[in-house]
C-alpha cells in the first residue's frame, strides 16, 4: 500500500471530520477550516477523492509512517 492510499484510508475511516480530512467551522461566506489529526498530509480532497493540495510531505522520499515522535 503506498503512502497516499494509506493516508487516505485513515481519512475515510476518521470519525471526527467524517471522512473529510478537515474541519469545517462556520457556514456561508464566513467559514474556515482546520486539518484533522487523521490528515498526516494536510490533504485536500475533492467530491472524486482526488488530492487537491497536500503539505509536500507525501512527494518526499520515504518518511517513516510509524513511531511518530509526537
Ligand atoms: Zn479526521
Not at 15 to 26: E, P, Q, S
Amino acid at each position: 500500500m503506498d503512502k497516499l492510499e494509506y493516508a487516505l484510508r485513515q481519512i475515510r475511516n476518521c470519525d471526527f471530520c467524517g471522512g473529510t480530512g478537515n474541519l469545517y467551522y462556520g457556514s456561508g461566506e464566513d467559514y474556515d477550516f482546520e486539518v484533522c489529526a487523521c490528515n498526516t498530509y494536510e490533504l485536500i480532497l475533492d467530491e472524486d477523492g482526488s488530492v487537491l493540495w497536500d503539505n509536500g510531505m507525501l512527494s518526499e522520499p520515504e518518511l517513516l509512517m510509524s513511531g511518530e515522535a509526537r
